[in-house]
């Protein structure tokens, strides 16, 4: 059974350093790597889908890389805005993709 | 506007009584899910669907029912609701293969 974790659960930055997230999965058999990010009271917003063969994938200031033999992907957010803070989840996909078993989540906070 | 709609957005409801949430999409995409969000536990799976009249379980599907008569549609049925059952309820939809999951705004169930 497929398990993803995220650590840290939470993390604080000033405005302007940039964010490193972290993403961790147990079977490395996945179909595709998703970051999503939610605000509260809102649903999720799909930032990148990185598939099995990619190394990573880029999205203006936002890039992800994965690594599948190792587990893990990052979610690398340039120069952080007040904007940015929200909470963000990483999500592997299984067969055909379209199953995802998610992580717990990162809150992110960016102090102005 | 395309996209994708729940609703009610907040409902209470009694234990025993039988509660239905609704999903409606404009996309046309082929696959639809349902998730549950817990704090401790993440987003967990409920059922999804893969075309119309196609449903399967997913995580946690016991307790609950679904149907899938038109691509659009997804409703999640609680036949008996439980105070177990008080959670936000996400529909999300998505093509086949590699594509992004796009998400409702959510449900607020609470179960007294």
């Known amino acids: 059974k497929q398990e993803v974790t995220q650590i840290p659960a939470a993390l604080s930055v000033p405005e302007g350093e940039n964010l490193v997230l972290n993403c961790s999965f147990t079977d490395s058999a996945i179909y595709n790597l998703q970051w999503f990010r939610q605000d509260p009271g809102k649903g999720l917003t799909s930032l990148l889908l990185i598939q099995s063969s990619q190394r990573e994938q880029t999205s203006g200031r936002l890039n992800a890389s994965l690594d599948k033999s190792s587990g893990r992907s990052t979610l690398y957010i340039a120069a952080s805005q007040p904007g940015d803070s929200a909470t963000y989840l990483c999500?592997?996909?299984?067969?055909?993709?379209?199953?995802?078993?998610f992580g717990g989540g990162t809150r992110v906070l960016v102090k102005p | 506007d395309a996209g994708i709609t729940q609703s009610p957005r907040y409902k209470i409801t009694e234990t025993g009584r039988q509660v239905t949430l609704m999903c409606h999409q404009t996309w046309s995409h082929s696959y639809m899910f349902w998730y549950r969000q817990d704090l401790g536990h993440g987003l967990r799976l409920i059922y999804y669907s893969a075309a119309a009249d196609i449903t399967d379980k997913g995580e946690v599907p016991d307790g609950y029912v679904v149907s899938r008569s038109k691509t659009e549609n997804f409703p999640l049925t609680l036949e008996s609701a439980t105070r177990s059952q008080t959670s936000v309820y996400f529909c999300?939809?998505?093509?086949?293969?590699?594509?992004?999951?796009?998400f409702g705004n959510g449900t607020r169930l609470t179960v007294t």
């Open positions: 999300a939809s998505s093509l086949p293969g590699n594509s992004p999951l796009h």
């Open positions: 999500a592997a996909g299984g067969a055909a993709g379209n199953k995802l078993t």
